[in-house]
T-cell receptor, first 115, second 114 residues
Framework: QKEVEQDPGPLSVPEGAIVSLNCTYS??????FMWYRQYSRKGPELLMYTYSSGNKEDGRFTAQVDKSSKYISLFIRDSQPSDSATYLC???????????????FGTGTQLKVEL | DAGVTQSPTHLIKTRGQHVTLRCSPI?????VSWYQQVLGQGPQFIFQ???????GRGNFPDRFSARQFPNYSSELNVNALLLGDSALYLCASSPRTGETYEQYFGPGTRLTVT
């Protein structure tokens, strides 16, 4: 079983829709939760991050973490064609100052927002 | 400010050959991590270096090695290439190691092994 599970999609939605992207994880040591956006043949771009549980909002994007269920979500409001990309969830254990930076990624969900 | 830069952009090698990939982190960042991303999968952690010391190693064979230079740039070396090494190799830069969420990725080097 993978430490981080993510539905690969593809997910196709009409412009203006609310998009919900999700990941589940099995390792309770994960404390940092990130969402990256990756356009085709490009490197991942950091979109959102959350430390421990809770919600975080940034413009059209909202990230949620439910540690009791080991479940994280990214919501995109008023989706645009420019949001079409692969969305990767990533997680990191708390390692203390001087510890490591290893990220564990999901497989990514391919999103297409259609006109 | 310049982001993370990687070279070369694309590379085609033959099985059994050796390859060296290069990464320059964001100015002021002291940590560099390397990831392998196979088509259709998420990136897999290979190595992390912080101030020239190895701080983490993923589950990759000894054919993979890396180092970090005094200017914090880094090289990833892969020996005895296999077809399965074909992937996008990503470099991630961070200002610190440990308690941080900040990792910024470069555009990657796409390696094709034939």
């Amino acid at each position: 079983q993978k430490e981080v599970e993510q539905d690969p999609g593809p997910l196709s939605v009409p412009e203006g829709a609310i998009v919900s992207l999700n990941c589940t994880y099995s390792n309770s040591a994960f404390q940092y939760f990130m969402w990256y956006r990756q356009y085709s043949r490009k490197g991942p771009e950091l979109l959102m991050y959350t430390y421990s549980s809770g919600n975080k909002e940034d413009g059209r994007f909202t990230a949620q973490v439910d540690k009791s269920s080991k479940y994280i979500s990214l919501f995109i409001r008023d989706s645009q064609p420019s949001d079409s990309a692969t969305y990767l969830c990533a997680m990191k254990k708390r390692s203390g100052p001087g510890g490591g930076n290893k990220l564990t990624f999901g497989t990514g969900t391919q999103l297409k927002v259609e006109l | 400010d310049a982001g993370v830069t990687q070279s070369p952009t694309h590379l085609i090698k033959t099985r059994g050959q050796h390859v060296t990939l290069r990464c320059s982190p964001i100015s002021g960042h002291k940590s560099v991590s390397w990831y392998q991303q196979v088509l259709g999968q998420g990136p897999q952690f290979i190595f992390q270096y912080y101030e020239k010391e190895e701080r983490g190693r993923g589950n990759f064979p000894d054919r993979f090695s890396a180092r970090q230079f005094p200017n914090y740039s880094s090289e990833l070396n892969v020996n005895a290439l296999l077809l399965g090494d074909s992937a996008l190799y990503l470099c991630a830069s961070s200002p610190r190691t440990g308690e941080t969420y900040e990792q910024y990725f470069g555009p990657g080097t796409r390696l094709t092994v034939t």
